[in-house]
């Protein structure tokens, strides 16, 4: 009886052991990538504490040598007057977000459970357009937006033309479609619901987490968007977070100033995170409720 059991327990751990160093090695290979993304950040963020003179010293430095200094921040503010563009920036993100937010889910509404001839071709062909480079469209957008309808130095040709996104709108119409039943939308035609007030008092409600999602996804490409703004953006007072950062990469004439970009990069990143993590639980229920799920 006794030999019965030490040999089931030899057999248990000819099982176990495969299965204890195959878990070890994925933890270490999960351990060198987390590693490798966060080392980046790391730099950043102990950079921005540094003195140019330690950034481009013979060794790295992974450590603050002067400990905490805050020099570079006091300059950002006293001396360049770096909250302008950090609220440039929240200005540009929350107005795309909002607009993106109303006309994408009205549009995936239409889409998704309304009925008009040519729909479906319709929708196929704003799929198109997701497959187009960015940089194809840009010389026509910029001829538009600046020399037709005189929109440079605003930021309407930030927000406008995001408003109404392949991508957002795919997004929407793919989450009403799946979440959405039909037979709440027929029971609010019959109380005598309009389609506006059908969508207001039924629609919404029910699609809060993918509005969540497309709410995240479009405020932090806001917020980071360089291209842009580098294009229509020529007034400094109106410049984002992204722009003056790169002022501070130098030219052929002027050093780099990296502490500098560093401390801005930590300030311009710290909402993005803040944002993240608040609703780290609403993205993740948007994406599996249905947000990225086909729809009927």
Not at 47 to 59: A, T
Request: aromatic share 16%.
């Amino acid at each position: 009886m006794a030999i019965t059991a030490s040999s089931r327990r030899k057999r248990q751990w000819h099982i176990l052991i495969p299965k204890i160093i195959i878990r070890f090695w994925v933890y270490v290979l999960l351990v060198i990538f987390a590693v490798i993304f966060v080392f980046p950040f790391y730099t950043m963020f102990v950079g921005s504490f540094m003195q140019d003179s330690e950034l481009f010293s013979r060794y790295p430095n992974l450590w603050p040598k002067r400990g905490f200094d805050l020099t570079s921040y006091r300059q950002l503010f006293a001396e360049l007057n770096y909250g302008r563009p950090l609220f440039n920036s929240f200005v540009v993100a929350t107005g795309r977000m909002l607009g993106s937010l109303f006309f994408c889910s009205l549009a995936g509404f239409a889409f998704a459970k309304r009925r008009f001839p040519g729909r479906d071709k319709l929708f196929f062909f704003m799929l198109t357009t997701m497959m187009l480079p960015t940089q194809i469209t840009l010389i026509p957008w910029y001829l538009l937006m600046v020399k037709y309808l005189k929109w440079g130095n605003t930021f309407l040709p930030l927000w406008i033309p995001v408003w109404a996104s392949a991508f957002g709108i795919f997004l929407m119409r793919q989450f009403i479609a799946s979440s959405v039943p039909d037979e709440m939308l027929e029971a609010a035609t019959i109380d005598g619901a309009s389609v506006f007030g059908m969508f207001i008092r039924v629609v919404l409600p029910i699609i809060t987490p993918g509005l969540a999602v497309l709410a995240i996804l479009t405020f932090v490409e806001g917020f980071n968007d360089f291209l842009g703004p580098l294009l229509v953006l020529s007034d400094s007072r109106m410049f984002t977070a992204p722009l003056a950062l790169a002022n501070f990469k130098g030219s052929t004439i002027i050093a780099p100033r990296y502490s500098l970009m560093f401390a801005g990069s930590v300030l311009a990143t710290v909402p993005l995170l803040i944002i993240f993590f608040a609703f780290q639980r609403q993205l993740i229920s948007g994406i599996l409720s249905g947000a990225i799920k086909g729809g009927g």
